[in-house]
């Protein structure tokens, strides 16, 4: 089952099954640690790595003096309890979680469908073994969820940016409007932008442009890709209205139409 990732495109399969099997990895109910600088209550396993406390998708911030985490109150589909699960679902849920150390939300709510979390986790695994790297497929999911207003998706990419990706809030921050201080990148994240703006018919002159940034003809291929999977969990986390079990961040702008 090793042909999927985290769940959310941003790193190897390999990558997190060392970080979840280090000698360093503990599973506690409560556990006060460090992350991205905040203080924070972990309710998954977590991991000290590199420096820092590292926790798996399932993570509660609460910080005293400060607004508890919101959370969405009428989820539109049921998130599926891993304990519950049965058949095809079940199968899936288990590797996700001998993989991760816990089942988001996102996927809990796609197993009401096993073979669309199945397409789903195909997908995901697929492209993480693409060219364009873990930084600019962490950068355009930020932007297609901003411009989907997928307050789930940006929130799970944010974390998920800054503790794998090691992006800075700077950085985060511009990819979310399709900028970046590098000239590919930013041209990689405006071609992303203008796919979902035009809803994929773009022209002569968009590709003309991502060619001459140094974009090649394979990354233009997985510059689509990323921007559908994207696409696909934005529309379904809207859909759905999944309760985010992330550090809550939402969107500056309605959705692009």
């Known amino acids: 089952m090793a042909r999927f990732i985290d769940g959310f495109q941003l790193h190897s399969i390999e990558y997190l099954t060392k970080i979840l099997k280090s000698p360093h990895a503990l599973s506690t109910a409560n556990l006060l640690g460090k992350a991205s600088g905040k203080i924070v209550h972990h309710h998954a396993p977590i991991v000290h790595f590199k420096g820092i406390w590292l926790a798996t998708p399932l993570y509660r911030q609460k910080r005293q003096s400060h607004k508890q985490l919101k959370t969405n109150t009428m989820k539109r589909l049921q998130a599926i309890n891993p304990d519950q699960a049965t058949g095809k679902t079940k199968e899936l849920f288990t590797a996700i979680q001998s993989q991760l150390g816990v089942v988001p939300n996102m996927m809990r709510t ?61 950085t985060m921050e511009a990819a979310r409007l399709g900028n970046s201080s590098n000239e590919k990148t930013k041209a990689i994240l405006q071609l992303a932008q203008t796919l979902v703006a035009k809803k994929g018919r773009t022209s002569d002159a968009d590709v003309a442009a991502a060619k001459a940034a140094g974009i090649t003809e394979g990354e233009i291929g997985e510059i689509v890709g990323h921007v559908a999977l994207n696409i696909l ?18 969107a500056h702008q309605l959705a692009v139409v």
């Open 233 to 250: 969990t934005n529309y379904f986390n809207n859909t759905a209205n999944t309760e985010i079990d992330f550090p809550v961040v939402e």
């Open 110 to 170: 796609m197993g009401n469908s096993p073979a669309f979390l199945e397409a789903y986790l195909n997908l995901s695994g697929s492209l993480s073994h693409g060219t364009l790297g873990l930084k600019n497929s962490a950068m355009i999911a930020l932007a297609v969820a901003e411009a989907n207003a997928c307050n789930y998706c940006l929130s799970a990419h944010t974390y998920l940016g800054a503790n794998l990706a090691k992006l800075d809030n700077a």
